[in-house]
């Protein structure tokens, strides 16, 4: 099945402990859309400037994303650049954001993006989210939203609104503890799918993520590097994974979920290992898969059979 | 097989989010044992002052604990009193600390004691961890030692002699990478790996553990409570369930010191259920089975099968 993004192709520049890169290929729809891209086909739709490059678009397109709503307006690309910490790699500081032409993104659905089947809606202004959405053509099988702080701090109930018509939301522990005025993270989960969505996945950086449904917490951890060269893109590049991954299986279970936060997991595990989009570019199905199983390894144990007792002191067993 | 802790017994008041205790029972060495209780015969090695009360003398027996080596000295007992944060539960703050008769702890091992094949250096003077060891009348069949920043920062030299003759290190994160001197948490394991010990345990809290080992990483995640009571003793607790499973079933393979660390996180989960050690003193048997199958349901995902294929995008198999 395939997959319509919304959201932002843009030009970072970051510093991290592990070195600098200036105007790097960046934004939360590029990371999803080749993160995704190994597993369904993808729609873009976002704004770029006259500044952007022509190897970038063949770039995604090498990955068979279809950049037919990729709109290019006057003026220039969205451009972030941040810091991050020597001490904590998740820690960043950002030093400069030009909207540029994102700032006036308005987005407008061909008749062919109209009706896929699954919808990221990546993080940008919720009402806007809303909108997507409305001009769908049929309702998709799948429709996931990401979020920021700064929309839950400026538009609580734009956002409360664009959550109720989605089906997975994704969140980071601040995020989801804000939005839902809970401090404990189980609360804020079951206080946010209360409101509409079925899944809430809440990403904690080097920590994993947890994905809460009705009767289903799921932890995946996030896969331990030697080196994280660049954290920029790692929550998209999960969440391209994830989707890709439920599109391509269209396993909308239990099951489907916690082996989609696996996939997300590895995608997210890549995308930080370069700067940039370099790492992800050129993946191949083996890489893949390898990580996949080195997720395995890293949380699989052998658990109590049916019929099988914990070993107990003696007498623990009989005096209780 | 039985155990030996040495390590502190104490009277903690704290102030949570959930409310205030007084002059509970505390001490890295009481909620080892009681953790590890479940699992083996644990004698405990402390120092407790004239104020120590009989009915926690009663409790520890109620566990089997073995109370010979609990020494009581003139003076006042261990107290320690802090609060944590109403944001972060992680967050504590320490209002007073008050050594007492902990300040001349000078552990002397009985016969009995010194024969244990299996012993906990809960966070003590590193030098004092390492003369425990030597009055040890027969190498351990495993030795585990915890520690804290306080004794990275002041006696690195001491901390380190006593970690190239353990098996098993425990710190926090932030403590792992203080004293190796490694921002990369899996390089930090690495590099404590490499001075001696042949397993890491780096514990995050509400984030889980990592385990480290020469061929294999290994993500325990925290059990995802409703509410959390009292964080104070989760880390002792979780090694209490972690060297008591590793006694009990005498299983020092990889396979062996991943479902130790489910168990470790299972006690942890309990300790933090309440205030002091009210909810690990009532446990039973088929608690601890619950919730260890809880754990499995909270990290299982269906691996790929030898001869399985993730759903790929038409393409991406055969284009790389």
Chains 1, 2 share one sequence.
Do not use: C
Not at 111 to 139: C, W
């Amino acid at each position: 099945m395939s997959v319509l993004v919304v959201g932002s192709v843009a030009y970072d520049t970051v510093k991290t402990p592990a070195g600098t890169r200036d105007d790097a290929l960046g934004g939360s729809a590029t990371f999803f859309s080749i993160a995704g891209s190994y597993f369904a086909s993808v729609s873009l739709v976002a704004v770029v400037g006259e500044d952007f490059l022509d190897e970038h678009v063949r770039l995604l397109e090498s990955h068979s994303v279809d950049t037919s709503g990729l709109e290019r307006s006057s003026g220039r690309s969205f451009r972030w650049s941040g810091v991050y910490s020597t001490e904590d790699i998740n820690a960043r500081e950002t030093l400069d954001t030009q909207l540029n032409v994102f700032a006036d993104f308005s987005p407008s659905l061909g008749a062919d993006h109209r009706t896929k089947p699954y919808l990221f809606l990546a993080n940008i202004e919720p009402g806007l989210q809303s909108n997507v959405l409305e001009q769908m053509a049929t309702r998709p099988e799948l429709v996931a939203l990401d979020t920021m702080n700064f929309w839950i701090d400026g538009s609580r109930e734009a956002l409360t609104k664009a959550l109720q018509s989605v089906d997975v939301v994704f969140m980071d522990e601040g995020e989801a503890r804000s939005f839902s005025r809970e401090v404990n993270l189980t609360a804020a989960a079951r206080n946010i799918i209360s409101m509409g969505p079925k899944t809430v996945v809440v990403k904690r950086g080097e920590h994993g993520v947890l994905v809460f449904r009705k009767d289903m917490v799921f932890a995946a951890p996030a896969f331990p590097l030697d080196q994280v060269v660049d954290p920029t893109g790692a929550g998209d590049s999960f969440a391209g994974g994830f989707i890709g991954y439920l599109a391509a299986s269209r396993d909308l279970t239990d099951r489907g979920f916690r082996r989609a936060a696996i996939l997300g997991s590895a995608m997210g595990s890549f995308a930080v290992e370069s700067f940039s989009t370099d790492r992800l570019n050129g993946l191949t199905p083996n890489e893949i898969e390898k990580r996949f199983r080195a997720l395995t390894a890293l949380t699989q144990f052998d658990p109590l059979a049916a019929d099988e007792s914990l070993p107990w002191r003696d007498g623990v067993a009989t005096s209780v």
